[in-house]
């Protein structure tokens, strides 16, 4: 009884993140800035965190405050961050790839690489025993860029930059130098690979092989994988031919070699498959080897059992092998083995020989591993197998490691959860829970569809309390993703009204950036729910926005004057309209005015509609169709309205005005609703040989629902069913009601709305 109302809990912002919105807002409105010792200190705590977000719009703040900080130096020339923090920031952004990632990640690397080249070779003074031809810079630093520049699409840079400092083949170089070259080679031509740039590719290899470099089995090994996998056989198995130097062991091709040998199996070029298996037997292959064997056996048709009788002649070989050197490693297959046997079953949709694979490795006392679980789980989901999928997410319960491939499944495996709606919320939280405390983050779909579940069962600060988790980690495009989720939930026919507000209020508070276009739905989504005073706050929400992008313009009060006619709502009517009377960024015109004219004449004010019609007559623009159907129906409810009704009409004859079905329909309508039956009855009996509209269910209802006498609607109701059966039938089938509690003149459901 006593218990304080639950709050949601506060909005869990990225550590420094607040520090570095506040300098680009400072920055951007002409403020004081922060001092460059906070955002200093902001920068170093944004990266500290286990998992920074790096999406491009984090890194671009990041990005402006490091400018900011080298804009504004320290006295004693000193950079504001130390080596430390600038070289942990460098190895984050090549570890964490974001969803988005490109031009702000390249440019905040070569602006840390900068900064470290001042001081790397003081602070790792001891790296320089093991190096000859490279600087420390060249073999620790350089690399690193590199790596960031083929992570984030510009291989084309990062290569001019390894061809200027490690182009030159050296005899001289150290063992270490040696692997450094090896590698970074092999990153350039794997972000060729990445991006799928194929005449970049080879031109890097060209240039290796014409002499300005060593042409290496990693690149190789990025070459025969690349073409094996866009199953361009010819080219794959060209550079597997190609010689590479005596001294290179060739284990970078390993990796290749699965790919290879799975192309000549499903191509049916068998004959080179064999003969590339035949040459890794002649001496005893590794463990990487022995597996892209056992994948071409699969590939070639061959069952578990079949692999199985090899795997225990690879164990037999080892084993003598090992009796004569001792020293060589104990070779077994295991559940990188296994994982491989299962994926390519899985990439030919073959679920029976990936599970005989899964139990022919538990046979083996190897057991699915995080990699197995997942594969089986994205299986399963494929085919909307969810208790399949669920039972994938069992076994892999307790090896969910927050960087992790199955992060990605264990999310689809949610959102599929929650769009079914048949299994228990307990079961789905219980998931959620698992990757919260994993310190796993959500995808941004899979918050919308939570979000949703708990408004759906009445539950809004579960909703809220997830948004403030999640949110604000999200870039602005992600963010766009929930806010989709929840105006879609708003505007839902089967959402209850106070589940929808309570829904918008969230969107509002988590989202105070969502604009004008994304707001607009929502007000005509509660006019229509015939809640204008909800659909009012949303106007004011937008009126006293100070964003440009968020406030009201003249689309706003057309569509909230609109909303207002339609509801009958006076009161928030004249509120709305003193607001326009003061707001200097909107220009009055037609259609403004229209909306206004249609407003005033819903809510019985017909005088002020009828002056709002003198001000579009003597308009610049001056008056629409819309405009005069508007103004026959503020005549309904004028005094001696027929008058004002005759004299437009008249007007549009003098003038010759081409006269459509909705300006006669108003037209009949004012006539009618001032009781000038005979006269009405008499337009829509020429209407079709004078207009050449024949009388329909629009023209018809519109007479009817303005015939307000009961004796003339018997009368009406009498000639429209002797003439329009059909028509009549229409109306009936709407449901209809009395006037005056029950004792006054019939009234169909019928909607007579104009737009403005």
């Keep these: 009884m006593f218990k304080s109302p639950r709050k949601i809990k506060p909005a869990e912002v990225p550590a420094g993140f607040e520090v570095l919105g506040s300098l680009i807002e400072a920055q951007r409105d002409g403020l004081r800035l922060p001092s460059p010792s906070a955002v200093a200190e902001a920068v170093s705590a944004f990266f500290l965190q286990n998992k920074p977000d790096l999406e491009d719009f984090h890194v671009r703040n990041v990005l402006n405050a490091l400018r900011y900080l080298l804009e504004n130096p320290k006295e004693d020339g000193q950079p504001w961050i130390p080596f430390k923090s600038l070289n942990k920031m460098m190895i984050k952004l090549t570890k964490h790839q974001p969803e988005t990632g490109g031009i702000p990640h390249r440019t905040l690397a070569k602006l840390l690489d900068a900064e470290i080249a001042k001081v790397i070779e003081k602070e790792v003074e001891n790296a320089k025993k093991d190096l000859k031809t490279l600087t420390v810079y060249e073999a620790i630093q350089l690399p690193k860029l590199v790596r960031v520049l083929c992570t984030y699409g510009a291989s084309e840079e990062a290569r001019a930059l390894v061809h200027k400092i490690y182009g030159t083949p050296s005899d001289e170089r150290t063992e270490r130098e040696v692997l450094v070259v090896r590698n970074i080679w092999k990153t350039v031509a794997a972000g060729f690979a990445k991006e799928g740039n194929t005449p970049e590719l080879l031109k890097t290899t060209q240039m290796m092989q014409d002499g300005s470099a060593i042409f290496t089995s990693e690149v190789q090994g990025v070459l025969v994988k690349y073409f094996a996998e866009r199953k361009d056989l010819e080219q794959a198995k060209y550079w597997y031919a190609q010689a590479i130097p005596e001294k290179d062991d060739g284990r970078g091709l390993r990796d290749a070699l699965g790919p290879l040998l799975t192309a000549c199996a499903l191509s049916g070029d068998t004959a080179f498959g064999q003969k590339v298996v035949a040459s890794l037997l002649k001496t005893m292959p590794d463990k990487e080897t022995w597996d892209a064997i056992f994948l071409w056996s699969a590939a070639i048709g061959k069952g578990a059992d079949e692999i199985d009788r090899m795997m225990n002649v690879m164990i037999r070989r080892n084993g003598e092998e090992r009796q004569q050197k001792p020293e060589l490693p104990v070779i077994q297959p295991d559940i990188i083995t296994i994982n491989l046997l299962v994926e390519f079953s899985m990439s030919k949709q073959d679920s029976y020989s990936a ?126 993703v929930i806010r989709k989720g929840l105006a879609s939930f708003i505007q839902d026919g089967q959402t209850s009204t106070t589940d929808a507000w ?91 005015r229209n909306a206004l004219m249609l407003a005033y004449a819903a809510t019985g004010n017909n005088k002020r509609a009828m002056a709002m019609w003198a001000e579009i007559g003597t308009s610049k623009e001056g008056p629409t169709y819309n405009s005069i159907a508007i103004a026959f129906r503020a005549c309904e409810g004028t005094h001696y309205g027929e008058r004002h009704a005759r004299s437009i009409w008249q007007r549009l004859k003098e003038m010759d005005v081409e006269i459509d079905k909705q300006i006669f329909t108003a037209y009949v309508s004012a006539i009618a609703r001032n009781h000038l039956h005979d006269e009405a009855l008499a337009l829509i009996e020429a209407a079709e040989e004078e207009y050449g509209f024949t009388p329909d269910f629009y023209i018809l209802g519109n007479w009817f629902q303005c015939t307000a006498n009961i004796d003339r609607q018997e009368k009406v109701e009498e000639w429209i069913k002797a003439r329009y059966p059909a028509v009549w039938a229409q109306l009936e089938a709407l449901g209809s009601y009395r006037t005056m509690d029950g004792f006054g003149y019939r009234q169909f459901h019928f909607n007579r709305d104009l737009d403005p």
């Design 502 to 592: 309570d829904a918008y209020q969230m969107l509002r508070h988590a989202f105070p950036e969502t604009p004008r276009s994304d707001r607009i739905p929502l007000m005509k989504e509660f006019f229509a729910r015939k809640r204008s005073d909800m659909a009012c706050h949303v106007f004011f929400h937008m009126r006293n926005s100070v964003e440009e992008n968020i406030a009201a313009d003249k689309e706003v009060y057309v569509v909230a004057f609109t909303g207002f006619a339609r509801n009958r709502d006076a009161e928030s009517l004249e509120l709305a309209s003193n607001q326009l009377k003061i707001d200097l960024n909107v220009e009055m015109d037609t259609q403004l």
């Design 355 to 480: 599970e005989r694979f899964v139990v022919l490795g538990e046979k083996r006392g190897i057991y699915p591993d995080e990699k197995t679980y997942t594969m089986q789980m994205r299986y399963r989901l494929s085919i909307n197998d969810l208790d399949g999928a669920r039972a994938a997410y069992y076994g892999l319960q307790g090896q969910i490691s927050e960087d992790s491939e199955c992060v990605e499944a264990i999310n689809g495996l949610i959102q599929a959860l929650c769009k079914l709606q048949q299994h228990h919320f307990d079961d789905i939280m219980a998931i959620v829970d698992d990757l919260h405390e994993k310190n796993a983050r959500l995808t941004p779909e899979t918050v919308a569809t939570l979000c949703v579940l708990h408004l759906q069962r009445g539950e809004p600060h579960d909703a809220g309390d997830l948004l403030n988790m999640h949110a604000h980690h999200f870039s602005p495009a992600q963010r766009v």
